[in-house]
């Protein structure tokens, strides 16, 4: 980790054009606004959650196990994390405020644990308080098991909804044919529970003998991308396919997403998994890509700053490095946009609390888009 930091902003300005068609039916997007990409804080390696605090700084959380505070140019590193296994996928992930931060002060983390009897580790969820550059009060609220040593699909994201239970994702730890189906076990999931931990007595299967009473949804791969949306308060999740087939869906109780059942994608060997694109019981996606654009990190505009994009759905893509513009009707992606085509790995968008999109790229660091 590097421990100083250039005090100078980087330009780059983009331009863009529109995105090549992957599905049928989603049409090209022409060119919507210019704007320019602003390397706000350079100097950093795999930046996998951002939050905005109170007072303008932003914590960073890199999968290496670093917790970043950046404030006018300053970078300090937080102490007091969990134990964070690292391996492949797995490391420090997501990082989320409570709805109520200004008055419990409260932090969610989302990370890889060793904590269990087996070898390796699987995706965990904490809470902390930050008292200067040190966390407190630290509680593990959510720990999956068992362990293991594959080193992919930990997921995981992290968001609240508008009555405030807390909503996150663990992938299938490439176990495809044995946790995404089965609600008895951790893994291809989505959860939910109260901000303490605590398990909601309306989850699906919190009466289902032998089941996780956590899990909300099931037959998930990957989920690295959710965000709640600003009018309907749904939570929607976008998540990785196999070699195509990445998926946007929306968070529905107790809800079957299909994986590895049906997929509109294909083994990395290019042999089929299914020939079953839908079945009776299980979800179809509101959006698909083919090829997979490898998505990570999702964020609805709800800003005036960018003209034409409000209520779209930003999302980053990591095999082809771009950041990715879904315009909306309703639950229907209508144009797709191509946006810092070539920056590199997009791991995460936000939208801070300035309004601007803020952009976390791999090996490079955090990009601010500054409307011209």
Request: glycine fraction near 12%; aromatic fraction near 10%; include cysteine.
């Amino acid at each position: 980790m590097r421990n100083s930091i250039v005090h100078l902003c980087f330009f780059v300005v983009m331009t863009f054009a529109s995105c090549a068609q992957n599905e049928s039916n989603t049409a090209e997007a022409p060119a919507s606004t210019s704007f320019t990409a602003a390397l706000v804080v350079p100097g950093l390696d795999i930046p996998w959650g951002m939050a905005f605090l109170p007072d303008g700084s932003l914590l960073i959380t890199e999968k290496s196990g670093s917790l970043i505070r950046f404030n006018d140019g300053e970078r300090t590193e937080i102490q007091g994390l969990p134990p964070i296994y690292v391996r492949g996928q797995g490391g420090l992930l997501d990082i989320e405020l409570h709805p109520n931060y200004d008055q419990n002060g409260w932090i969610y983390l989302s990370y890889a644990s060793e904590e269990g009897e087996e070898k390796g580790g699987h995706t965990a969820i904490a809470r902390a308080r930050l008292s200067g550059n040190q966390l407190t009060d630290l509680q593990v609220l959510y720990k999956a098991a068992p362990n293991t040593t594959a080193g992919q699909h930990f997921g995981s994201r992290l968001e609240f909804d508008e009555a405030g239970y807390l909503y996150f994702t663990i992938g299938e730890r490439g176990e495809r044919d044995v946790n995404p189906q089965d609600p008895g076990r951790d893994g291809g999931k989505v959860y939910r529970i109260h901000d303490d931990g605590r398990i909601p007595a309306d989850n699906p299967f919190v009466n289902t003998a032998g089941a996780r009473p956590a899990i909300y949804t099931y037959g998930n791969r990957n989920p690295q991308g959710m965000a709640k949306h600003p009018e309907t308060g749904e939570i929607w999740i976008h998540e990785h396919g196999p070699r195509g087939g990445d998926e946007i869906n929306i968070v529905k109780k107790g809800a079957n997403y299909g994986w590895p059942v049906v997929t509109y994608g294909i083994n990395y060997s290019g042999t089929s998994i299914t020939d079953e694109t839908e079945r009776e019981g299980m979800e179809q996606p509101i959006h698909y890509w083919v090829p997979s654009i490898a998505p990570s990190g999702m964020c609805f505009v709800t800003s005036e700053n960018y003209p034409g994009w409000k209520g779209s759905l930003l999302v980053g893509s990591l095999s082809f490095q771009y950041l990715e513009r879904l315009q909306m009707e309703g639950t229907r992606v209508v144009k797709r946009e191509r946006l810092m085509d070539g920056i590199g790995r997009v791991r995460n968008v936000r939208q801070g609390p300035d309004g601007l999109i803020y952009v976390a790229v791999e090996g490079k660091g955090i990009y601010r888009l500054n409307p011209e």
